[in-house]
Structures are given as structure tokens and as C-alpha cells.
């Protein structure tokens, strides 16, 4: 039986990706805190010792320190047969909307609502530039939903827990209430909320949390 040990910051979207997919495919993980708001990441030390990429999450599976979420997304749905595509076009449609999440989503949601939310004095001209590309994706995810059950079609995969995981934080760090701005994009975070198993990203990732900044600032 493969044992796991997750590196990880509460804060961290990505690091609940791998903490969600592991919980609903039954397993359980050893939860090591990094004290990334610290700097620890960005030190030789750790690089050294953790992940010379200097990232957060690393998962370990039996020692074996694993790096980039995407691909260690693919790796547990291909042992556990579960959340991955059964014919050639929809393991396609996984790979093109992780990496789009990868590139687009993720990367922006978690830069914007970092700065919004964990920084003290963030610069008003970059929240609005990304601010304006999220808009953007939001509004093209939105529209998918609205037609398909999930990202790529009538049930869950590995692309729905990339795709969701920053946009479950709460409204007041992300700052968009989904419920009224995208509502497709609402109403699917609810299905994938009824998965057996489901869990919030603060109930799978304890630990000491970053101080936050109230928005917008006086």
C-alpha cells in the first residue's frame, strides 16, 4: 500500500488539488505545513532537501518526492482508475483543459487573489490587469458549463479538480461572488461539491494560515 506525505501551505490551491483527489480516491496523506509566507521555499536549504523547483506542493509517495501537479493528477488517476478519460478524445479534453487551467486559470487566479488578499500594499494597476483576464476566463468557463455537467462532459475528472480548486476559497479572498457573476460556473462547484468525500481546502489543509489584508485598502 502506497503511502503518501504532502508538503503543503494551506493557501495553496494546487496543494488541494492533490489533498481533494487523494481524499476522494480514498486514501489518506501525512499533512507537513511549509511556513511558505516564512521564505522557507526560497532557500538552498530547502530547495536541497525538498524540491530543487522551490514549489509547493510536493507529494510523497513512499519516499519519493513528486513535483507539478498536473502530472501527478495524471499519475493518481491512472493507479486508482478514477477521475481520468476512458477513450482517446476524452483524455484529450483532460490534457487541454488542465493545461488551459494550468496556464490560464490557476495561474492567474492564484497570483491575483495572492496580491489581492496576502499582500499588504499590492499595485492597483497590476490587480486590474489580471483582474480583467480572469473576467475573461471565467466568462469562457461559464459559458462550457452551461452546457456540459463538467469540463468534459456528463461526469467528474481529474480537469473539474484543477479547474475548481482556487475558486473554492472563499469570496472574500478570491473577490467574486460566482454565485452572481458566473453562474454555471457556481452551480458545477456545487456538484463537485456533492461528491462523496468532498472537503473544503481549509478542512484538508490545516495548519498556520498567512495573514491577510481587508480589500479594498484605505
Known sequence: MTTYK??????SG????LALM???CG???EPVWTDF???????DAWRAAVNPM???PVLEEDGVRLTQTAPILLRLSERYGRFGGETAEEKFEVLRW????NHKLTGYMATYRFQRTFMPAPDPNVLTFFRKRLDDFLSILDRHLAVHDFAIGARPTIADISLMAYLSFPNEETGYDLSAAHPAVHAWLGRMADLPGWKHP???LPGKRLPQFPFPRS
Do not use: A, C, M, V
Not at 504532502?6 to 493557501?11: A, K, T
Not at 509566507?37 to 532557500?43: C, S
Not at 488542465?98 to 487551467?101: N, V
Open 98 to 101: 488542465l493545461f488551459w487551467d
Open 202 to 204: 481549509y478542512d484538508l
Open 14 to 17: 494546487n496543494s488541494y488539488k
Open 54 to 56: 522551490g514549489e509547493i
Open 22 to 24: 487523494l481524499t476522494l
Open 37 to 43: 509566507g516564512g521564505g522557507i521555499t526560497r532557500t
Open 6 to 11: 504532502l508538503h503543503y501551505f494551506p493557501e
Open 27 to 29: 486514501q489518506t496523506f
